[in-house]
Nanobody, 125 residues
Framework: QVQLTESGGGLVQAGDSLRLSCAAS?????????VAWFRQAPGKEREFVAA???????TYYADSVKGRFTISRANVRTTYLRMDSLKPEDSAIYYC??????????????????WGQGTQVTVSS
């Protein structure tokens, strides 16, 4: 019903920047409330990174990325995650997620209805 596709990952050095994109297709009205980014490093649980509410553009960030990452949207189908001052500990697979309701920045994966396949980000020291 809703498909999410991430892009923009890659291998960078510490201190570099990347911009991830999340493209939505299908019945996008079903996810027209919240878009979020999560990440998962090897051997670790998937963790919340950032979220944006469509209704009022409220944004939420994990403490570990606050001030370095910025979530934004171009339109209802495209969301970005700008990542600056990258650190090796930011290395992970980054996933786009969406919900058909307001999540108020929920960091719980079960709050989101749709998920992409992920894009790998690797930051070398």
């Amino acid at each position: 019903q809703v498909q999410l596709t991430e892009s923009g990952g890659g291998l960078v050095q510490a201190g570099d920047s990347l911009r991830l994109s999340c493209a939505a297709s299908g019945r996008t009205f079903m996810m027209a409330y919240t878009v979020a980014w999560f990440r998962q490093a090897p051997g670790k649980e998937r963790e919340f990174v950032a979220a944006m509410e469509w209704s009022d553009s409220s944004t939420y960030y994990a403490d570990s990325v606050k001030g370095r990452f910025t979530i934004s949207r171009a339109n209802v189908r495209t969301t970005y995650l700008r990542m600056d001052s990258l650190k090796p500990e930011d290395s992970a697979i980054y996933y786009c997620a969406a919900a058909g309701k307001r999540t108020y920045g929920s960091s719980t994966t079960s709050s989101y209805d749709y998920w992409g396949q992920g894009t790998q980000v690797t930051v070398s020291s």
